[in-house]
């Protein structure tokens, strides 16, 4: 009796010089190492820029009578400059985070988690008082001022501003409050600028945590990026012996 005939699995796209391109997940590792080989400035800048670009082919696609605009693009450095000279007491989180972290994804936004203590509203009222902070999808003309009472009544809120769309979040799921999230962080220096961005590990457990469609592409993303990190750092043959005492 004949062998069951055997098919060969199929195989994934060969690049020149067996260069891993792609990783098991789909994810594009060229991407990443291009991007881990920037400075962080360069990362918010370049994903700021390309997701301009984007939304400018994208409303092109649009009938016009759908299409937005007067559109500013994000001046994420702007933001965070305000927010540093009024010593706000917050953290950068979500898509920024990701990109600072070495991540390829394009973001219109600037996400942060910032205390909620009375002095640490104060300084976030004073600080975005000249960037003309509004709901964003509110209905035009709405009543809205951004001040302390309003912080303390909410949570989270979603702003246009003059320099692009800012999100403030109280807490992170799957990460916590402020404390919780600060705790996961890192301090980075960005254009001239002491930053807490949310770790690696912290962005993961937040995309776990959201569990959204688009969520999943940035998780294998970061776990990607996480393997990198990993790899990177000396072992103990790297080293090398220990000094004697």
């Known amino acids: 009796m004949a062998a069951p005939e055997q098919k060969d699995k199929p195989k994934g796209i060969e ?4 260069y891993e391109v792609y990783s098991e997940s789909g994810v594009d590792l060229t991407l990443l190492r291009e ?14 820029q390309g997701s301009i670009i984007f939304e400018a082919f994208r409303q092109s696609e649009l009938p016009y009578t759908k299409r937005k605009e007067g559109r500013r693009m994000l001046d994420a450095q702007a933001i965070v400059r305000r927010l540093t000279e009024q010593h706000v007491e917050f953290v ?9 972290r070495g991540s390829a994804y394009l973001t219109k936004d600037l996400d942060i988690c910032y205390k909620r203590t009375p002095d640490n509203l104060a300084a976030l009222v004073v600080a975005l008082a000249p960037l003309h902070s509004y709901l964003r999808g509110a209905p035009p003309g709405l009543p809205f001022n951004v001040d302390v009472p309003t912080l303390q009544a909410g949570l989270n809120f979603t702003f246009i501003t003059d320099c692009g769309d800012l999100y403030l979040l109280g807490e992170v799921s799957g990460v916590g409050d402020y404390a919780q999230v600060l705790a996961q962080s890192s301090e980075e220096l960005m254009f001239g600028m002491k930053v807490r961005v949310l770790s690696l590990d912290g962005l993961i457990a937040a995309k776990k945590a959201a569990g959204r469609n688009k969520d999943h592409g940035h998780l294998l993303e ?3 990026l996480k393997k990198m990190s990993e790899a990177a750092k000396p072992t103990e043959n790297d080293r090398g012996p220990a000094s004697p005492p």
């Open 92 to 100: 950068v989180v979500g898509g920024l985070a990701m990109i600072a």
């Open 222 to 224: 970061l776990l990607e």
């Open 15 to 18: 690049f020149y010089g067996g």
């Open 35 to 48: 991007n881990l080989r920037k400075s962080l400035e360069e990362r918010w800048q370049d994903a700021c």
